[in-house]
């Protein structure tokens, strides 16, 4: 069973870039969620995508926009990057079908640093 | 905001049981409570969830209390490897699958 699975590692961008960051699900998982983490905060949600679609979003700007391919993997990019966007991006796969008990499973992160 | 209260850090002898508590005394009949831990820099780790029993897998034991406003999670015998970011979330399901994650716990194992 593969994990979830997320690149580039590291990345470094100036403010007002822009930038994709790749997720790959769990294999079997239909949902992927995003989180951004600052630094010794916890996770944030950005948003969810289940069937290709976002399913919930967060309090993030419209800036922040993403996609689900039908292999279910997904990106998430930001455009017009600043210095906050600095942050571990995190990816989490999950099962969704019916009823609450779909958990997920995160991957090892992004690390973006925008100077 | 996070529904869930807990200590900002905890300290465990290793080979010790660790007892990492959590107060979510605004829970809902159907919301589960979920324990994630997280080591530098890496992404959260899955440990355990439960709604109303109490529950074990290999890594850890969950015990909740009959009225569900608190939790424990209990490492039998922690390792230094088991020195990270514990987490404990209640799922927000008026917001589907989203997890709203508080500070949570850092435990550190000491020999």
């Known amino acids: 069973e593969t994990g979830v699975t997320q690149s580039p590692t590291h990345l470094i961008k100036t403010r007002g870039q822009q930038v994709t960051l790749r997720c790959s699900s769990q294999s079997g998982h239909n949902t992927v969620s995003w989180y951004q983490q600052a630094l010794g905060q916890g996770p944030q949600f950005i948003f969810q995508y289940y069937r290709e679609e976002e399913n919930g979003r967060g309090n993030f700007p419209p800036r922040f926009s993403g996609l689900q391919f039908p292999n279910y993997s997904s990106e998430l990019n930001v455009n017009a990057l600043e210095l906050d966007d600095s942050a571990l991006y995190l990816c989490a796969s999950s099962f969704q079908y019916r009823g609450p008990t779909d958990t997920q499973y995160f991957g090892p992160g992004t690390r973006l640093t925008v100077l | 905001d996070a529904k869930t209260t807990q200590p900002p850090s905890m300290d465990c002898a290793e080979g010790r049981a660790a007892n990492l508590p959590c107060n979510h005394s605004t829970i809902s009949g159907n919301e589960y409570v979920y324990w994630y831990r997280q080591i530098h820099s890496q992404g959260p780790q899955y440990i355990i969830h439960?709604?109303?029993n109490n529950e074990t897998n290999e890594m850890a034991s969950l015990i909740i209390t009959e009225d569900r406003k608190s939790s424990t999670l209990i490492l039998p015998h922690a390792t230094l490897r088991d020195t990270a970011v514990y987490y404990c979330?209640?799922?927000?399901?008026?917001?589907?699958?989203?997890?709203?994650f508080g500070a949570g716990t850092i435990l550190r194992v000491k020999s």
């Open positions: 439960g709604l109303k």
């Open positions: 979330i209640v799922r927000d399901m008026e917001y589907g699958n989203k997890l709203v």
